[in-house]
Nanobody, 124 residues
Framework: VQLQAFGGGLVQAGGSLRLSCAAS????????MGWFRQGPGKERERVAT????????VYAASVKGRFTIMRNNAKNTVYLQMGSLKSEDTAVYYC??????????????????WGQGTLVTVSS
């Protein structure tokens, strides 16, 4: 499977951005999916995950209430809607494919396929 993340860019603090992750080579319909990020000089952080059927989601405390993860299995795409952006949200954002029939609550090591990342820069 190949994952292509796009939609990043430069946005002012308080603004919104929607990231997309398009999958090819395999249907993501039965896989948990996740968004992760790595800011400058920071460790990789799990941002949001969604169960294979969209039935549950989990968010990092730092983004809860501001970000929403969604999936459109018909389009083989996962989205991350980001709002009320802060400078600390600046990072490269990666999408990843998790376990088959997975929930939204798996260990990071179970996400074995990763996209190339898209850069989000929030200016204050």
């Amino acid at each position: 499977v190949q994952l292509q993340a796009f939609g990043g860019g430069l946005v002012q603090a308080g603004g919104s951005l929607r990231l997309s992750c398009a999958a090819s080579g395999r249907s993501i319909n039965v896989y948990a999916m996740g968004w992760f990020r790595q800011g400058p000089g920071k460790e990789r952080e799990r941002v949001a995950t969604i169960a294979w059927n969209g039935g549950s989601t989990v968010y990092a405390a730092s983004v809860k209430g501001r970000f929403t993860i969604m999936r459109n299995n018909a389009k083989n795409t996962v989205y991350l809607q980001m709002g009320s952006l802060k400078s600390e949200d600046t990072a490269v954002y990666y999408c990843a494919l998790g376990p088959a029939f997975g929930s939204a609550n798996h260990e990071d090591y179970l996400y074995q396929y990763w996209g190339q990342g898209t850069l989000v820069t929030v200016s204050s």
